[in-house]
T-cell receptor
Framework: DAGVIQSPRHEVTEMGQEVTLRCKPI?????LFWYRQTMMRGLELLIYFNNNVPIDDSGMPEDRFSAKMPNASFSTLKIQPSEPRDSAVYFC?????????????FGPGTRLLVL | QKEVEQNSGPLSVPEGAIASLNCTYS??????FFWYRQYSGKSPELIMSIYSNGDKEDGRFTAQLNKASQYVSLLIRDSQPSDSATYLCAVRGSGYSTLTFGKGTMLLVSP
């Protein structure tokens, strides 16, 4: 399996622009997680889905952030409008409820810089 | 508010020594505990999980759990320079809930 795939790997944009991050989970996994990592706050859970349904979005910082999972193999995280404080590494992770350790497998991340 | 605390480090050890990484958590109902390793510029990867009190060994790694003290640790024996990374402690509550991560401890192993 190719693992969790994220795109783009790097994104530089200007304040006010829309940013869309993409994620393809591991095939067969029924949970998908979006995280944000910064030096100050560490790794924070933004939202997670189970069987394509959003379960908990309490970590989404503001209404500027939205996430969708239209099918089992694709999810997006959108920031509109973007702000410099959104600069961070955004990780997508997936897991299976039925795997032995319920391990979360992380994608390579998207490094976002908002100028 | 569930909290997971780790010393940010860096923890510096010479090659061949034992590295000891510690983690405390606030949610007494937590059931599952994980150690992730994250190399600079890379994503976290799971290296150990532990569910019951005591020790769990896997190669050079030993995870230790004390639920009464709400304390988890990771020991790395015969530390190698390739072990230099940030180690993230993660805790899950009962059932299939989400993970809460600590901010990580940076480990530096010098040759």
């Amino acid at each position: 399996d190719a693992g969790v795939i994220q795109s783009p790997r790097h994104e530089v944009t200007e304040m006010g622009q829309e940013v869309t991050l993409r994620c393809k989970p591991i095939s067969g996994h029924d949970y998908l997680f979006w995280y944000r990592q910064t030096m100050m706050r560490g790794l924070e859970l933004l939202i997670y889905f189970n069987n394509n349904v959003p379960i908990d979005d309490s970590g989404m910082p503001e209404d500027r952030f939205s996430a969708k999972m239209p099918n089992a193999s694709f999810s997006t995280l959108k920031i509109q409008p973007s702000e410099p404080r959104d600069s961070a590494v955004y990780f997508c992770a997936s897991s299976s409820r039925w795997s032995r350790q319920e391990t979360q497998y992380f994608g390579p991340g998207t490094r976002l810089l908002v100028l | 508010q569930k909290e997971v605390e780790q010393n940010s480090g860096p923890l510096s050890v010479p090659e061949g020594a034992i590295a000891s990484l510690n983690c405390t958590y606030s949610d007494r109902g937590s059931q599952s505990f994980f150690w992730y390793r994250q190399y600079s510029g890379k994503s976290p990867e799971l290296i150990m999980s532990i569910y019951s009190n005591g020790d769990k060994e896997d190669g050079r790694f030993t995870a230790q759990l004390n639920k009464a003290s709400q304390y988890v640790s990771l020991l790395i024996r015969d530390s190698q320079p390739s072990d230099s990374a940030t180690y993230l402690c993660a805790v899950r509550g009962s059932g299939y809930s989400t993970l809460t991560f600590g901010k990580g401890t940076m480990l530096l192993v010098s040759p």
